[in-house]
Structure formats: C-alpha cells, structure tokens
C-alpha cells in the first residue's frame, strides 16, 4: 500500500454511513474536508470527540467551507445506537456522517490501522483535504489522545489564507495575527504593491505584515 502523501489526490471511495451510502468524491463536491477516524463506537475518549464537531460543524466548519465526516470499522447499526449516548452526554445532535467501514476499505486506503499502536482498530487519523480533492494536511494521534479541533480549524484558516496571499504563518498564529512574508518575494515594489498595510523586517529573509485579508 503507497503512504499517502501532501499534494496526493484523496482516495476516492463508496462506503455505507449513518445517512446512507456514500461516495466520497461526489458528497464532497467542491467543498473542502475533515475526514477523521476514530477507534471503535462506545468509547469514551471518541463519544466526545464527535460530539465537539457536531458543535463546531456550522459555527465552525461551515464558515470556511469545510465538510466534516468520521469514520471506523463498526456497522451502521452500532453507529447508530451510538449517536443516542453522543447527543445525550455531549447536549448536541450530530449532523454529519460516520462511515461504516466495516470492510476496512476506508481504513486501508488511507492507512488508518497501525498495527504497532493497535492492531485492530483505526488510530486517531485526521486527513485536511482541499476543494480540488488534494490531501493538504495529516494529524495521527494514538486512540488515547483526544484532538484539539481548535488546532484542525487552525490549520485550515492557514492553509486558505496561504493559498491566496503570499504569505506564510509563524509559530503560534491564529487568525488575525501577523503573518510571514514569503522568502521568494524580493523586490521592495512587489512588496509595497502585495502589502499595503506595511511590513517589519526583522531580518531580510523574516519580515512580518498584518494579515492581508484583515
């Protein structure tokens, strides 16, 4: 099985889910895409993770343009007698789809079973994936590590912002904050016209401008 790497065009697939079958390229449309797994349905650590991005799925996602869709190795059935313990205990109603990918077609294209972490059962995989259906961004957690999907947001506000802006973001940023100047951007005219609102140059190959889309 090839790794999947930054720049790779996401597998396409057809897989079952909690709101019926689904292939993968045509539900995304041209939106971009969270793709998340997670271990097993009735466990702890993931029964809040789904339920935090069922909250953050309008308020959040949306906004940017960004489907969101889990998946493991469990059957629809299981997925949803589970979604009754997730709305219950998280005080929300997830409205987006858990694939049953009971075939581990999903879990193999996207080499989600790591058999030296736990050889049965999907780690915490997390695939950012664009509008032209390029993979964009990858986190793996262990199934004991619950995501920050405050940093998956983050992430995705970097990667639009960076797509159309000569800019790069330091350490630590979130939106708003200031951003790097791209290294290939040379000639103080260029500058000036690409970034209006100024820049500090703290060394010639690390100058800082307000966020262009600010």
């Known amino acids: 099985m090839a790794t999947l790497r930054l720049g790779d065009i996401a597998p396409d697939f057809t897989q079952d889910s909690t709101t019926g079958k689904i292939n993968f390229h045509d ?42 869709i889990a ?32 075939d581990r077609t999903v879990a193999e294209l996207y080499d989600m079973i790591h ?19 390029k993979i964009r961004a990858t986190i793996t957690y262990p199934p004991s590590t619950g995501r920050n999907f405050q940093e998956i947001l983050r992430v995705i506000d970097s990667l639009q912002l960076t797509d159309n802006h000569s800019v790069a973001t330091p350490v630590n940023w979130v939106d708003g904050d200031d951003c790097v100047i791209v290294p290939s951007i040379t000639d103080p005219a260029e500058i000036a016209k690409k970034f209006p609102k100024g820049h500090t140059e703290i060394r010639p190959y690390l100058r800082m401008t307000p966020q262009p889309n600010k």
């Open 27 to 68: 539900w995304m449309g041209d939106s971009w895409c969270v793709l998340f797994s997670h271990p097993a349905d009735f466990t702890p650590v993931c029964t809040t993770e789904l339920g935090e991005v069922s909250k953050l799925k309008e308020s959040e996602f949306a906004k940017r343009g960004c489907k969101v």
């Open 71 to 102: 998946t493991s190795i469990d059957p629809v059935a299981s997925h949803n007698d589970w979604l009754d313990d997730i709305n219950q205990t998280q005080g929300t109603t997830v409205n987006y789809p858990i694939l049953a990918d009971e």
């Open 115 to 133: 058999p030296n972490a736990a050889a049965t059962v999907t780690v915490r995989s997390v695939f950012i994936i664009d509008s032209n259906k």
